[in-house]
């Protein structure tokens, strides 16, 4: 008899959770796995508050409420549509390239380019929502790439040219036309019914994210061998082997769901995803070194700026995308 | 009336232009003032300080902030004169003139008086983009009859770089804020410009938008 009721009730709670997913017109697996994303958080959430009573961590109480904030965020302009959804990574472009540039040394005299490099973002995203893959990909890496150096002759100031000229390019590269990638997953050809595009995304972002904490988590419990000293003394061979393996493994099993790879080609994305992510994080590393700050801004509390969140997906972005693009398109 | 122009002002411009096209790095920000009577000590490098400054304080409160500024400038046409007073609320100080201190800083002390909080950029005019120019000794004046006042330092630094002297084209850049330490028990003025330039230097380097190449 209670295992009657036990059945009913789960029954009647799974078809509750389907009924919501049709309203919100997200697919059942990605509905899913965005329930087990809020339930991790529930999980870390309930964790900190038990540590929190025994000795308050101000910095991981922020940084798992500004989770709450992106995670909040990012589910909600996925549940109104993919065009808010693109406008949103497209937004994120803008935080990025504008902290990145508010950061780094730049003359007075590139404010116009800046203001081109800006103009950029709304269309290189444009060209994602019209679906135009052939100029999605060379708009930056060829126009704008010619059009900047040349917007800053006009102005005239040579001295420091190179160097400005560099730095941006570099900036709109990393900002605008890495992060893009993730809209554009949005707008591929559906190769997978049960989770549609938003599976792609929720599978690239979860997987960049997920690795920095397990090679956090690897690299403080096991951590012996410095990798990078010189650039990040906390970073170990432990932590990053760990956050291999458990990538690897956790994309191979769940990409069936979320894409349309094969538990195979899931494992290569992982070790994909891993190890790139660890890059787009150095790389970044190197930066804040350079300027001799700790974090790129304060715009999310416990984790720093935009560009501290975001610096592995840098990296995880046009490689994941272009292994999927490879594979199925 | 011209509380709730304010309150517009600020929710309707003031903060989408500060915290969407611009960005702050806020530190310090416990150090904050939010009741006066007190002076807020910043330097200033873009018409965007006070700007800034505004967004940093809740909706309900922004009618207590009174910036100083120079009279021959925000009074000079009707139209910005009637922004500038109505809208902004600045206390005028005419540069031109000689004028007796007390004569010359009558409002800034009613303000005081009135427990309000006045902006004040110590360094006068906008300088260069980023460079700070000759602290001016009018704050010590403007002390001397109201030695009670707390004065709090705070330093922008980007603004300069979004929107600079002259220029009318605005380019987004995050700007920092950084709060510091009220200053107390000030018995000159070279001891208080002394201390104010003392703890800019200070606060500069705590920006995460300076970089070691911009000399001050």
């Known amino acids: 008899m209670p295992l009657l009721f036990l059945f009913y009730t789960v029954n009647s709670f799974i078809i509750m959770i389907n009924n919501i997913s ?3 017109d997200i697919p059942q697996y990605s509905f899913y796995f965005m329930l087990f994303i809020l339930s991790l958080l529930v ?20 940084r798992i409420t500004s989770w709450w904030w992106i995670i909040g965020l990012l589910f909600l302009v996925f549940s109104i549509g993919t065009n808010t959804a693109i406008i949103f990574f497209g937004f994120i472009s803008f935080l990025a390239l504008k902290e990145f540039l508010s950061i780094v040394h730049i003359r007075q005299s590139d404010r116009s380019a800046i203001f081109w490099a800006y103009l950029a973002i709304p269309l290189q995203y444009y060209w994602v929502t019209i679906g135009w893959y052939g100029l999605f990909i ?53 190769k997978n019914a049960m989770a549609g595009n938003i599976g792609l995304v929720l599978f690239l972002l979860f997987m960049t994210q997920f690795n920095d904490v397990s090679q956090y988590v690897w690299g403080k419990t096991l951590g012996r061998h410095k990798i990078l000293p ?19 493994l956790a994309a191979g099993f769940i990409a069936p769901y979320l894409t349309p790879m094969t538990m195979q080609q899931g494992f290569v994305a992982g070790l994909l995803i891993s190890a790139s992510g660890f890059i787009g994080d150095v790389v970044i590393s190197s930066v804040k070194r350079d300027l001799q700050i700790k974090d790129c801004g304060n715009l999310l509390p416990g984790h720093g700026g935009i560009l501290d969140r975001i610096d592995s997906l840098i990296y995880t972005s046009p490689l994941f995308f272009h292994y999927i693009y490879y594979l199925y398109y | 009336m011209n509380r709730i122009i304010k309150i517009l002002f600020v929710l309707l411009v003031v903060r989408p232009v500060v915290l969407i096209l611009l960005g702050l790095n806020v530190q310090n920000r416990n150090k904050l003032p939010l009741n006066g009577p007190a002076i807020i000590a910043a330097n200033h490098n873009s018409h965007l300080d006070t700007m800034v400054v505004f967004s940093l304080y809740p909706l309900l409160k922004v009618h207590k902030l009174r910036p100083v500024a120079a009279a021959d400038y925000f009074l000079s046409n009707p139209l910005l004169a009637w922004f500038s007073t109505n809208v902004i609320g600045i206390i005028p100080l005419s540069r031109s003139g000689r004028r007796k201190p007390q004569e010359l800083f009558a409002e800034c002390h009613e303000a005081i008086d009135n427990g309000d909080i006045l902006i004040l950029f110590p360094e006068g005019t906008r300088g260069k983009p980023e460079e ?21 330092p705070l330093v922008t630094h980007g603004l300069g770089r979004a929107l600079p002297k002259g ?19 000030v018995e000159s003025s070279t001891e208080l410009l002394a201390e104010l330039t003392d ?18």
Request: hydrophobic content about 50%; some cysteine.
């Open chain 1, 22 to 24: 049709v309203f919100l």
């Open chain 1, 43 to 62: 999980v870390a959430t309930a964790i900190q508050v038990i540590l929190g009573l025994k000795k308050p961590n101000l910095e991981l109480r922020q």
């Open chain 1, 138 to 190: 060379i708009f930056i890496p060829v126009y704008l790439f010619l059009f900047l150096p040349l917007r800053m002759v006009l102005k005239g100031d040579t001295d420091g040219f190179i160097k400005s000229a560099g730095i941006l390019q570099w900036a709109v590269m990393l900002n605008v036309f890495a992060i893009s990638h993730i809209a554009f997953l949005l707008i591929l050809p559906e």
């Open chain 1, 230 to 248: 010189k650039v990040s003394p906390n970073k170990t061979w432990e932590g990053f082997i760990g956050g291999l393996i458990t990538i690897t």
């Open chain 2, 132 to 152: 700070g120019s000759t602290l001016k000794r009018g704050i010590f004046h403007l002390l001397k009859e109201r030695p009670a006042t707390p004065i709090i």
């Open chain 2, 167 to 185: 220029e009318a084209l605005l380019v987004p850049f995050n700007c920092d804020i950084v709060i510091g330490d009220t200053l107390v028990d």
């Open chain 2, 199 to 216: 703890s800019y230097a200070k606060l500069l380097n705590d920006c995460l938008t300076y970089n070691t190449t911009d000399e001050i």
